[in-house]
């Protein structure tokens, strides 16, 4: 069992200043699964998240002790080359963000970054990336429109297809539903499983249902703190710590 | 309306209104002098001015000592001086923008940047003319010409580009270079790919607004570029050029016909007022345009 683990974080600080917002994490992230990281807000989720493709790079304060491989590769080695490591960790974010340019140039951005210039091979990762994003067949006849034009939900599925685009071997999701509609999350929560079979999914969410609809394993963190971790069923039928069946069952949060 | 508020208290009511009536209206003729101002000002040139405004007054050339002709190499002068200047300060300024709102830290560097420009765009104009007649004119014997001119007047307009820029390059939301940065681009990438197209209708209007505060611009070009007169329009960048603005003042003050050009000097007035007005309203229209598109 080499390589079934694509994250293993051990004794993992992260500090913003003097305020330490991540302490002493320990957790493995198995591939081609979906992990879940719920908690109540402030508890340093995303910050955890944002650590596996060095997005917390962007904040001038923020630092890290501890160990944190991807692939075996420690993500905060000096060495360690952040462009690739983001190519293959992609991202989707809270508030759907797409760039103000066509549905079909967002899609093409990863792909054009790393030199593909092709105008066919470049329609194939297009087309591929929006089929797997489910989105397809709403914008095949208006990939030329803007992609701030779409829905909110359709405009998430469009950031996944960005993400997809680049091949990524793991897809990183800060809150990915909670700007959007009943009908859209259902719609990106099935996507969701649907990509688990190539894509490993860290997805970060407030919404406690979704964690135990979709996700395989579940991590809950509290004050920076990771207090439980491991199997999605085993956390919300039988919790082994007070904290979470407290968190699980609403009486905090 | 009226007579639900008559029966109480209308007596104390009037005395406070009359009051504050009064300075009501002074801060409404204060408010309105300045566009009275305009309107006499725009009314007296174009009064004047309409008089000799024709096809031929904008494309023919001074006749009979400038009493006579049009003023076609006049506005070539201007046109040529401000694009000139304009491609020599966009790349400058746009450059200092990202550096400003991408690169910089806080620190010596950015504090000197930041003070000499604020200090440059507090500098009078004729300055910027002293200065570029020491050193594009004399020094780097440029001579009078349409480079040491525009040169001149793209210092002058640097600090408006930067800030302008600048300004532009920071409404682009953190979330597309977020997402751009989680795409694996590099910064540079970044700001080339998403930051700076997203920008530019920005950074475009700011150009626009700079292009029209310079064609105007007298002292600047006075001692590094006008010419009281020449026949044509210049045929290489080392020859000095005639400007509307400059030839306002020559008309005005220099001539031995100062009576004769008076129709001249107010057509040219007016041509030149409305360059800047249909320059300024195109940048205007351009920034509440790209306002009203802005989705983000």
């Known amino acids: 069992m080499v390589d079934k683990n694509i994250f293993e974080i051990k004794d993992f600080n992260i500090y913003y200043g003097d305020f330490i917002a991540v302490k002493n994490i320990a957790l493995d992230i198995e591939i081609n699964r979906i992990t879940a990281i719920i908690g109540p807000s402030g508890c340093g989720k995303s910050t955890l998240l944002r650590a596996l493709n060095r997005m917390n790079d962007l904040i001038p304060s923020s630092r890290v002790e501890g160990r944190a491989l991807f692939q075996g590769v420690n993500i905060y080695d000096k060495d360690t ?117 190539t894509v490993t999914i860290v997805i970060v969410t407030h919404n406690m249902q979704q964690a135990a609809r979709i996700s395989n394993y579940t991590a809950f963190m509290y004050i920076g703190e990771l207090v439980e971790f491991g199997d999605t069923n085993t956390i919300f039928v039988n919790p082994a710590n007070k904290l979470t069946e407290e968190y699980i069952t609403g009486r905090f949060g | 309306m009226e007579k639900i508020h008559k029966p109480f208290g209308l007596v104390r009511r009037k005395k406070f209104n009359l009051k504050q009536g009064f300075f009501l209206s002074l801060m409404r003729t204060f408010g309105f002098t300045g566009a009275i101002t305009l309107f006499i000002i725009l009314f007296f040139v174009a009064y004047y001015g309409l008089q000799v405004l024709s096809w031929d007054f904008i494309t023919q050339p001074p006749l009979e000592a400038m009493t006579q002709g049009g003023i076609f190499p006049v506005i070539m002068g201007t046109v040529l001086l401000t694009m000139l200047c304009m491609i020599f300060v966009i790349p400058i300024g746009v450059t200092t923008a990202i550096f400003l709102a991408e690169y910089s830290k806080p620190g010596f560097m950015l504090t000197a940047v930041m003070m000499s420009m604020y200090t440059l765009a507090g500098v009078p104009s004729v300055v910027f003319g002293l200065f570029g007649l020491g050193i594009f004119v004399v020094a780097l014997n440029f001579g009078m010409s349409l480079l040491a001119g525009s040169l001149t007047l793209a210092i002058m307009v640097l600090p408006y580009i930067i800030s302008t820029s600048e300004e532009a390059l920071k409404a682009v939301p953190f979330s597309f270079r977020e997402a751009s940065l989680a795409c694996g681009a590099t910064k540079w990438q970044t700001i080339r790919k998403v930051v700076l197209p997203t920008a530019m209708p920005g950074i475009l209007t700011g150009a626009i607004l700079g292009t029209a505060k310079v064609s105007g611009e007298t002292a600047p070009i006075m001692f590094t570029a006008a010419a009281f007169f020449t026949p044509g329009i210049p045929k290489s960048l080392f020859e000095p050029v005639m400007a509307l603005p400059y030839h306002i003042y020559v008309l005005a003050t220099a001539g031995t016909h100062i009576e004769e050009t008076r129709p001249i000097q107010y057509g040219t007035a007016l041509v030149l007022i409305l360059l800047v007005f249909s320059m300024n309203l195109l940048g205007i229209i351009l920034r509440s345009r790209q306002r009203k598109k802005r989705s983000w």
């Open chain 1, 81 to 197: 080359d952040v462009i690739e490591l983001r190519r293959r960790v992609g991202m989707v974010f809270q508030k759907p963000n797409p760039f103000p340019s066509s549905v079909y140039e967002n899609v093409a951005f990863g792909p054009r970054l790393r030199g593909i210039k092709k105008k066919s091979l470049l329609d194939e990762i297009v087309e591929n990336a929006l089929v797997k994003a489910d989105l397809w067949k709403e914008v095949k006849d208006k990939l030329n429109e803007p992609g701030l034009g779409l829905s909110g939900g359709q405009m998430q599925r469009l950031c996944i297809a960005r993400s997809l685009a680049q091949e990524p071997e793991v897809i990183l999701f800060d809150e990915p539903t909670s700007a959007l509609d009943p009908i859209s999350t259902g719609h990106i929560e099935n996507l969701l499983q649907e990509l688990e079979k």
